[in-house]
């Protein structure tokens, strides 16, 4: 019996708990631990390749959303596998070690259906990126792929100037929390910078929302918005090694520590 990515990828969706080559072997007539081994070897699956599989399915919204999260795989009990490290987990609320992923998903609120469009493994020692690298990387793949969408959703991780700035200069809305050492300004330079903590809600005309939790009583947060330019993507890294691209506009929102820590 021969493994195919069919095989495997029905595998993984069936199996929450006990996903392991052997336990894939044991349950399959013809198939041996061998096989399974040697298809994870020798097979790839980019992401490229999950765009070409996904593409055909998936419907698209002038009101779409794309979101973007990051997860760890905990393997906690491998000593030799390449791409574990130890990193945040939010799911084990603390430092575990596992392969860090990065997903972008599409979210069709039209007909309540999501598609995963693009990842990235988090592998600083291979490629340099940090995980805002990532994000940036796939934030540039949506335009030239022909997908619609209006908000971005992300985790406080990604709250940052720089990605703010790309996404407001690209005309977009952004919806995530901000970490409680964030500082913002929603009084047009009126008022002191003060504390963040609260979910915001970033847009063209410079809309605000309010944290859903509050019930009205929460204070808006706000950055203000940026003239259309051609903005690259920001790439992650630190200021001293972006090198000299222009700056475009300005935004009221500001942290007490590195952009990109």
């Given at each position: 019996m021969r493994v195919t990515a069919q095989l495997y990828g029905q595998f993984l969706v069936s199996r929450q708990v006990n996903y392991t080559g052997t336990?894939?072997?044991?349950?399959?007539?013809?198939?041996?631990?061998?096989?399974?081994?040697y298809f994870l070897k020798t097979q790839r699956f980019t992401p490229r390749q999950l765009w070409q599989r996904v593409r055909p399915e998936v419907v698209l919204s002038a009101?779409?959303?794309?979101?973007?999260?990051?997860?760890?795989?905990?393997?906690h009990h491998s000593r030799r596998i390449e791409l574990v490290r130890r990193q945040y987990s939010g799911n084990a609320h603390g430092v575990i070690a596992g392969i860090g992923l990065v997903n972008c998903v599409y979210v069709n609120p039209d007909t309540d259906q999501f598609w995963l469009l693009d990842y990235r493994l988090f592998a600083p020692d291979g490629d340099g990126?940090?995980?805002?690298?990532?994000?940036?990387?796939m934030l540039g793949q949506p335009a030239p792929r022909?997908?619609?969408?209006?908000?971005?959703?992300?985790?406080?991780?990604?709250?940052?100037?720089?990605?703010?700035?790309?996404l407001l200069a690209a005309g977009k809305?952004?919806?995530c929390p901000l970490k409680s050492n964030r500082l913002v300004d929603d009084s047009g330079g009126?008022?002191?910078y003060q504390p963040g903590g609260l979910p915001v809600l970033v847009g063209r005309g410079g809309g605000t929302g309010q944290n859903p939790e509050s019930k009205g009583n929460a204070q808006r947060r706000q950055a203000e918005t940026l003239p259309r330019t051609g903005v690259h993507p920001p790439d992650g890294r630190p200021r001293d090694q972006r090198g000299g691209a222009p700056r475009h506009g300005r935004c009221r929102a500001r942290e007490q520590r590195p952009l990109d820590d």
């Open positions: 336990y894939l072997a044991d349950h399959l007539d013809g198939l041996t631990h061998d096989n399974v081994r009101r779409g959303y794309v979101l973007f999260d990051d997860t760890v795989l905990d393997k990126k940090t995980k805002l690298g990532h994000v940036a990387d022909g997908i619609a969408y209006r908000t971005v959703l992300m985790d406080s991780w990604y709250a940052t100037t720089a990605l703010f700035k790309w809305t952004v919806y009126q008022q002191p």
